[in-house]
Every structure is written in C-alpha cells, then in structure tokens.
C-alpha cells in the first residue's frame, strides 16, 4: 500500500498537533490573545537590508519598519506617502518634495529631507528604474530639512511612477548615517520610521522576529489604499516564526499556535479548505512567474549555446504540476502573461514536454565537456527545493554534471551574489520567481536587465537589447511600446537572458479570526490586519 505524503501529514495532524508545536510558542500564544499576531513567512529572514537584496522576505520586512516617499494604490497608481507637498517645474526638468509633518525615526529624531537624499542615491545604484533616474539626474539635493530635490538633464515623466514602484529593491527611506553605506555593503540597523519598530531584544535568528507597534507613528489621514493611504495598526505585536518544516507549520496553523502561514504546500488545500476554522485567500491575483537564472560569468552558461539549451530542455507542465498543480500554466513572454505587453514574438523554442534532444545537441554544440553545473536549492521554499530536483533530474539526463546545492533561502542569496567559479564557492544556476504585474516594465524588474554588472544576480549581458530598454521611458504610445516590446523580446530570447518555468499563483493559509490582510503583488504589509479571540 502506497501512502501519499498528503496522507502522512493529515494522519499525523490528527494523531497529536500539540505535540507538534514547541511548547514556549503555545505559551507565548496562549498568554497573547487578540493584540498578537504569529506569522510563519515563505522563508527565515536572514538580510535585513532591504537595499542590498531584493528578496521579498526583506522586503516585507522594509515595508514594516521603513516607510516611503510614495506608494501605490490598490490599482497601482503612485500615491504620496511621506510627501506632503511636491511640484514639478514648467520645463518638467525640476521635482520638489516637502515632506509632510510628523515623520520621526524610531529612535526619536526628525527624518529630514537629508535623509531621503541619501536614500534615494543609495537605492539608485541597484534598483533598475533608479538606475535610469540617475542616468537622467543633474543634482539630488536638500533645500531645506524638509525638502529636497531632484534635477533632470531631460524630462522624466516616469519618475512618480519609480519612486513609488512596489518591485523589490523598493525605495525604502534610511537615516542619512544608514544610507551613506555603498548599496554593496549592507545596513547593520533596523531603525526606520515605519508603523513597526523591530524589536531587537526578541529576535532569535532562525527562530523568530517581532514587530512592535509604533505607537508614535502617524498614519496619513486618508483611508488604507493598497499600499497607500493611512497605514493603521491594529495589534501590538506580529511575530514572524521561521518554522522550515511543513507539516510542524500545518500544526501549528490547526492548533491556534500561528495564525498565518505563507507557502502551504499545494497537496493540502483541501485539507485547509475542509477545516472550518482555516481559509485560503490569493493575496497576489496577478501571479508571479517562476524562472531559472543562469550564470552567465562562469563556464557553461557564459556560452549562448548552454543557455538556448536550458530553453529547449524545460518542460513548463511539469515544472508547474509540482510548483502549483492546478495553479499554474505556461509562459512564454519575458513581459509575464497577461500585462499589456505579453507577446509571442520569437517563442518558437516553447514545445509542449520540453525538447530534451535538442537541448543535448546544444550542449554538444556548445563544446560542453562535462563542467560541474551547480544549482541552488533552497530547501525552505517549495518551489525551489522541488523544481530544482527535477531540473537536475533533467539535466542528468542529458548527460550534463549536476549537483544540488541545498541551504535555506536565507544562504541562497548570500551564495548567488558571489561571481566565483563553482569550485570556489560559486553557482550556475537558481530558480526564483517575480510578480507578473513587474515583469510588465522593465524599468520596474531587476529581473530584464541586461546591463552586465549592474544587472541582477546571473548578470547577463547584451547590448542590443540594452539599447531597445533605454528607448522604453521616452516611447509616446502604447502601441509603440508594445512594439518595442516584441523587438526586446525577440532579442531576449535569442541570447536567452533567463528561462521561465511557468506562471503560478499561490493562496496564503491562514485562521478566519485573522482578517483586514491587504492583498498586493510582491508585498505583504502588516498593517490594517486585526485578530479576533477564537
């Protein structure tokens, strides 16, 4: 007899969830009530720079203890946030910001348009829509310790629309001292002026962290939009449990222990959706699409030959029936699949199953001569830990040397920013994913950036496609930039700068007494969320 692991966990939650939950958090909860709320988040937060990483755990974490100059609404039109009052010149050359009144870090001290310059340059130097501001910027300076500016060599009428983007790296606002860092060195504190302080004292690395309600912070006073408006916290503490294991996380959930739980594994909806006290709700509607990036600095994959070869290899229903059965189907366009400029130019490659002959004639083609190739798994987050043991499994069977790189999503990233060869300490490969809405503009997304070494971590390089990116801010029309698109597109994938695995959408878990979660790409903000006693 074959027991399916669905089975497994639903009989081993029945035989004893307590026993399952260590018994500090059952107390912690218990003492708690309503004003507390648990979370178990996708991964354990290992960076806290917001900056210096574009994970979303890090960036949930920015949004938390961070706030921002602007943000965008539920339809995702850019909002003013920390901004009270701004302007821009007739030439439409010459930004100026005021910030709005009681705006103070955690510590106690004024933020001051000091501050935001220096938040600003620093988030410049990685974030791709920063990138370009800065490329166009004359001078980014104070006036006054409440206003700042920013001066254009050419108009920019995007820039609202970039400060405001919710894509990780998001412009986070530091204290000066903080944001004086380089954005390669990362921010050692987490103080910030957000609705959440960062309780030091109880963070326990690899075990949890809590967020304290800041009770000096002031909301603006139009109603919770998104991301934007009036940012109310309704309880007096969320703590962020890392609880790896799936199905100690599945009882704590049941049990009362936790209240939410980011990434439950697909095979137990329906048990989720059958427990009267437990719901699912799709916070991200518009998807993300899993991707493999490739390492185009080392050996394979710095030949195109290896890299059209993963293209060809890829079979996307598969890769989907193990990441998100039920909730996923293919993708074929770099752009996502259903923004506005989602195309089928140059999708010839794209077969049902993959095309792992061809894939092998390529790798031949290529002059592969057995290097290792080292993928990273991150064993925390499921789509990482499972697709890339099929992607091996593939891979081997094409006769390419593979080997499985596990950690936690936390050392993940700490590996994939080193440029290496792989036998010191280096990568050729990692599955991650990006929000489909992002994907919709490249100057939003790290993840279409084709710059070299300022381009996210794979770094790919191609300068003809660079040269079409650099044309997307200044294009009149959306007819012309859908054209644009089919022409970057058609470039992208013949130098083949990522391969994508499929689009997805994955559902939270979380008990019905939690309720008020704001439903938004990428992010998860902790406000307005309220807990009623069971």
């Excluded at 996307?316 to 189907?329: D, K, L, R, T, V």
Aim: glycine share 8%; proline share 6%; net charge negative.
């Amino acid at each position: 007899m074959t027991i399916s692991r669905r089975e497994l966990i639903k009989a081993g939650l029945a035989a004893g969830t307590a026993v399952s939950v260590p018994s500090v958090l059952r107390a912690q909860t218990a003492s708690a009530g309503a004003r507390m709320v648990r979370m178990v988040k996708q991964t354990d937060l290992r960076v806290f720079d917001p900056i210096w990483t574009a994970t979303n755990i890090t960036a949930d974490h920015g949004l938390a203890i961070y706030d921002t100059l602007f943000s965008v609404d539920s339809k995702f039109m850019p909002q003013p946030q920390m901004i009270g009052e701004w302007g821009v010149s007739d030439d439409k050359k010459t930004y100026t910001f005021e910030l709005r009144d009681g705006l103070a870090w955690h510590d106690g001290t004024p933020v001051t348009a000091a501050d935001c310059v220096a938040s600003i340059r620093r988030w410049g130097e990685v974030a791709s829509g920063g990138q370009l501001m800065m490329e166009r910027a004359s001078d980014i300076s104070k006036k006054d310790d409440k206003t700042f500016t920013i001066a254009l060599k050419e108009p920019l009428g995007l820039l609202i629309d970039i400060l405001a983007d919710l894509t990780p790296p998001c412009l986070f606002i530091m204290r000066e001292k903080d944001a004086s860092r380089p954005a390669t060195e990362q921010v050692t504190t987490n103080v910030g002026s957000g609705p959440f302080g960062f309780n030091e004292a109880l963070a326990k690395p690899g075990a949890s962290y809590a967020y304290d309600r800041n009770e000096k912070y002031v909301p603006r006073k139009e109603p919770s939009d998104g991301l934007a408006g009036g940012k109310i916290v309704k309880v007096d503490r969320i703590i962020w449990d890392v609880i790896a294991d799936q199905q100690t996380a599945m009882a704590a959930l049941q049990a009362g222990e936790v209240d939410y739980f980011e990434l439950p594994p697909a095979d137990l909806y329906s048990l989720i959706e059958s427990d009267p006290d437990l719901g699912l709700q799709v916070l991200n509607k518009l998807g993300s699409d899993a991707l493999v990036r490739l390492n185009f600095l080392q050996p394979p994959f710095n030949n195109v030959k290896a890299r059209q070869a993963i293209l060809h290899l890829i079979d996307q229903e598969a890769f989907m029936s193990i990441i998100a059965p039920n909730y996923g189907h293919p993708v074929t366009s770099i752009f996502g699949s259903d923004t506005l400029y989602s195309n089928d130019e140059n999708t010839g490659w794209y077969k049902k199953g993959g095309d792992p002959e061809r894939a092998k004639q390529l790798f031949q083609e290529a002059g592969y001569a057995g290097e290792k190739v080292v993928i990273l798994q991150a064993m925390d987050w499921s789509p990482s830990k499972d697709g890339s043991q099929l992607l091996a499994a593939a891979l081997r069977k094409i006769g390419v040397n593979t080997e499985l790189a596990p950690s936690d999503w936390g050392g993940l990233t700490e590996r994939r920013a080193k440029k290496d060869p792989v036998e010191n300490g280096g990568w050729s490969m990692f599955i991650t994913s990006e929000s489909d809405y992002s994907l919709g503009n490249p100057f939003a997304t790290p993840m279409l950036l084709a710059n070299g070494d300022n381009a996210w971590y794979g770094w790919p390089k191609n300068e003809e496609y660079e040269a079409l990116r650099a044309k997307w801010p200044n294009v009149a029309t959306l007819e012309e930039r859908k054209d644009l698109a089919r022409k970057m597109q058609g470039i992208w994938w013949d130098f083949v700068g990522d391969v994508r695995l499929g689009k997805f959408v994955q559902p939270i878990a979380h008990r019905k007494t939690l309720t008020g979660l704001i439903g938004m790409p990428q992010l998860v903000p902790m406000w307005n969320m309220q807990k009623a006693l069971a």
